[in-house]
């Protein structure tokens, strides 16, 4: 029997035991939501069950149960960013069924040359210069993955090969994780930036978070990123030796759908004016390719590309989200664990390592857009208890909510891999190797920039 079977069989039987044995001082209710969070978190790093069996295990066990009102079990389903996901697959579809993505992809490939090192650390180095230029991490995977899964078809990397899978978490985790570091490219970092102005009376400025946070977690992660994939994924260097043909003129579909595109990466880019949802934005631009007087994703195409499991699985990632913040159990682990952190003045390596590892644990099971909302109204009194100013304590969960343990507490990451057909395992792989290095050598090094900026005594 494989290890992650009994993995997963041991935390089902502590959940069990979370759920049914009283706990003094622990409501049945708040019991038994973390136990079904914990059992779900378990078997979603495991891989035990293909993830719609999971998903429907949580939605089952959620209701049965009446943990929550349906509106919040269910709120995956009705959420931005599960319309963003729909919205992707089709205009994925419309772009790949046009000829678009291979057009894209041929002028991109050829200035990555043919080696799969140069693959990608261009794929990674254009996933963090697109996270600059625009603000929706979802909109960018909807402009890029078509590109990347066009030119690893180019290159000759089929469904299921190193090289395709190395290609898409490349993309994914280079326009996702270093992005954390840039304060306009994430959810969680807008939520740090409320909370920072209306609980504390501070605005966080663009250039001081840059120049924080980008040199180590954004430049260098970016580095090691592509140092894993090409070591975890490796490919062969005669698999990208392919001589690939200019695309002919545009046709008409083509034509159509670049501008549809167009018109979605204008709307994203400027969604700081208009204020649409980019999640709205991409569904009414699906709603147009599917219109049978457009008819660039016929129903045939919707039928086969859209695949209907993968908005399963992220209406059941974001509905965990959402049970967890409605029954409490996120602002209970915070609010227990925070005395055991043992916050010390001048202590500042400890302080250092307990708030970034409260926050990124935390992130395990409020995943990350939750992490800012959960502490930052603990970080006055974490500030205090270290004598560092509120500022610096709100920074400290920045460097703990982008030090990702698995790829499910970052919704992105896994519609991303979903959108790319890569099984949820590799991503599982390259996330602890990551985690791994982030801890062992980049955390180390952060601490001594934030020294250096005097940002830590």
Do not use: C, K
């Given at each position: 029997m494989k290890a992650s079977y009994w993995i997963a069989g041991l935390g089902i039987a502590v959940a069990l035991i979370l759920a049914f044995v009283p706990i003094d001082g622990l409501q049945t209710e708040t019991a038994r939501t973390g136990a079904l969070a914990l059992a779900t978190v378990v078997l979603f790093a495991t891989g035990a069950f293909p993830e719609f069996i999971i998903t429907t295990l949580f939605f089952a066990v959620a209701m049965l149960?009446?943990?929550?009102?349906?509106?919040?079990?269910?709120?995956?389903?009705?959420?931005?960013?599960?319309?963003?996901?729909?919205?992707?697959?089709?205009?994925?579809?419309?772009?790949?069924?046009?000829?678009?993505?291979?057009?894209?992809?041929?002028?991109?490939?050829?200035?990555?040359?043919?080696?799969?090192?140069?693959?990608?650390?261009?794929?990674?180095?254009?996933?963090?210069?697109?996270?600059?230029?625009?603000?929706?991490?979802?909109g960018r995977l909807m402009i890029l993955m078509p590109i990347i899964l066009a030119m690893a078809d180019g290159f000759g990397y089929g469904p299921g090969s190193n090289g395709r899978t190395g290609m898409v978490l490349a993309v994914s985790f280079g326009t996702m994780i270093p992005g954390f570091a840039i304060m306009s490219a994430t959810v969680p970092a807008m939520v740090i930036i409320g909370a920072s102005e209306s609980l504390y009376g501070i605005s966080p400025i663009y250039g001081t978070w840059l120049l924080l946070h980008f040199p180590v977690l954004g430049a260098l992660k970016a580095v090691v990123i592509s140092a894993l994939v090409i070591w975890l994924f490796p490919e062969k260097a005669v698999a990208v030796v392919q001589k690939r043909e200019a695309p002919m003129a545009m046709a008409r579909k083509e034509r159509l759908m670049a501008v549809m595109?167009?018109?979605?990466?204008?709307?994203?880019?400027?969604?700081?004016?208009?204020h649409i949802s980019p999640a709205w934005v991409a569904l009414g631009v699906a709603s147009i390719l599917i219109l049978p007087m457009v008819n660039i994703v016929s129903p045939q195409d919707f039928d086969e590309k859209v695949k209907l499991g993968a908005l399963f699985y992220v209406a059941g990632v974001l509905g965990l989200g959402a049970l967890v913040a409605h029954g409490g159990v996120g602002d209970l682990l915070a609010q227990s664990v925070l005395p055991l952190l043992d916050l010390q003045p001048g202590a500042?390596?400890?302080?250092?390592?307990?708030?970034?590892?409260?926050?990124?644990?935390?992130?395990?099971?409020?995943?990350?857009?939750?992490?800012?909302?959960?502490?930052?109204?603990?970080?006055?009194?974490?500030?205090?208890?270290?004598?560092?100013p509120v500022e610096a304590m709100l920074m400290l969960t920045v460097v703990g909510y982008t030090t990702v343990i698995l790829p499910y507490q970052t919704p992105p990451l896994i519609i991303a891999m979903q959108l790319g057909s890569v099984p949820i395992r590799q991503g599982n792989k390259l996330c602890l190797w990551l985690f791994a290095v982030t801890v062992l050598v980049l955390l180390p090094l952060d601490y001594l920039w934030w020294r250096l900026l005097g940002w830590l005594p």
């Open positions: 149960f009446a943990l929550a009102p349906a509106n919040v079990i269910f709120a995956g389903f009705h959420s931005a960013g599960f319309w963003m996901v729909f919205g992707g697959l089709v205009i994925g579809a419309g772009v790949r069924g046009t000829g678009l993505a291979e057009r894209l992809a041929h002028s991109v490939s050829r200035r990555f040359g043919n080696r799969y090192a140069g693959i990608i650390i261009g794929t990674v180095v254009m996933a963090v210069v697109m996270a600059f230029l625009m603000p929706s991490t979802l595109l167009l018109l979605a990466l204008a709307l994203w880019m400027t969604d700081f004016l208009h500042h390596a400890w302080n250092f390592a307990a708030v970034a590892g409260l926050s990124s644990t935390l992130a395990m099971f409020a995943t990350q857009p939750g992490v800012p909302a959960i502490l930052a109204p603990l970080a006055g009194h974490m500030a205090a208890a270290a004598d560092l």
